[in-house]
């Protein structure tokens, strides 16, 4: 049986048996209606209807169970293209975007809170994690993007990488620190403070340890946090210093701390990772878009069926 059957059974129930409104109603003669349900009793083996001298009287057992069946499958039918109907006008799903706790604080807040906004009918999921575990993930494919650090170290051939934002690590210090008075630092000034530093959970960690084996340094670690606005508070009253992307200088209050750059820095250079799809979605390519273009020419987050008029 299909839904037709079914209305048309669940009609003639609704006009108390009569089989002439029943055909009048659904715009079919009352000879069809009436070859259409003894074919529909033949092909199911069973009779719906109690008759008496020819017309129908009421409803078998069996026919009581299907008409309230029917109710609810009929319901749900209806229910559904509706939704369908709904669907074709607005879009929507859901992304999982991973980001390290650092690089949302220093650069993300205000995206996402105008994706999120702006974009209702999406569920936007975040994955807050240092970008080792976002990285597995992203090979796991258990988020759609990762924002992580150059080099990424990911497969060119399964990944794609876009670059948001390029700056440098950079040192923040105590005003009164022996070396605020330089302009710029090399990194063998550095050598004989104690340095307060991101722990192994996060890259620039492992970036530090690279450029100071390059140097054959031996940097004396002080401190090791994963809060970076510690690792600043650290700095303030002491002679500690400590190594963080510059774009910090923006969260803070840098009264009574100072920020010098380095002479050959460390790049900090942030990217958009997501796997190469033969087939993205709209809500990818609406992501990946709209992440890379807020970033890169300050474009700011429409909505999703703003921006897809712009598709080809």
């Given at each position: ?53 020819g ?21 749900y ?12 006008k ?5 992304v999982?975007i ?17 994706l ?25 494919h258990?988020?759609?993007f ?26 923040f ?34 970036q ?8 054959n340094?031996?940097?004396n ?28 200088r923006?969260l803070?209050k840098?009264?009574?701390i ?30 990946r ?8 020419k ?15």
């Open positions: 049986m299909d839904i037709t059957q079914l209305k048309y059974f669940v009609c003639i129930v609704d006009s108390d048996y009569n089989l002439s409104a029943s055909a009048k109603k659904l715009h079919i003669s009352q000879p069809a209606l009436t070859q259409y349900l003894h074919k529909f009793e033949a092909e199911e083996n069973t009779e719906l209807f109690t008759r008496y001298a017309r129908l009287t009421g409803l078998t057992i069996a026919g009581e169970n299907l008409y309230s069946n029917a109710l609810t499958v009929i319901r039918h209806d229910a559904m293209l509706r939704e369908l109907r709904d669907d074709a607005v879009i929507k799903g859901s999982r991973g980001i390290p706790p650092l690089i949302l604080s220093v650069l993300c807040t205000k995206l996402l809170t105008d999120l906004t702006k974009n209702p009918n999406i569920k936007f999921e975040i994955d807050e994690l240092g970008a080792f575990d976002l990285r597995k993930k992203l090979l796991l258990e988020v759609d990762a924002i992580l650090l150059q080099p990424s170290e990911l497969n060119p051939t399964v990944f794609a990488e876009d670059v948001i934002h390029n700056d440098e690590l950079t040192v210090m105590s005003e009164h620190h022996p070396l605020a008075h330089q302009e710029t630092l090399n990194w063998h000034d550095l050598k004989p403070y104690q340095l307060s530093i991101f722990d192994e959970s996060f890259m620039i960690h492992h530090l340890k690279r450029k100071f084996d390059s140097l340094m031996k940097p670690i002080g401190i090791m946090s994963g809060s970076w606005d510690f690792l600043l508070a650290s700095v303030r009253d002491s002679d500690f210093i400590t190594i963080l992307p510059s774009p910090i923006n803070i840098m009264d009574g100072v920020e010098k750059h380095l002479i050959n820095p460390i790049s900090w250079h942030v990217i958009l990772a997501y796997p190469i799809k033969a087939h993205p979605t709209r809500i990818d390519t609406y992501t878009r709209s992440i890379v273009d807020y970033y890169t300050g474009t700011p987050i429409k909505p999703i069926q703003d921006e897809l008029k712009k598709s080809p």
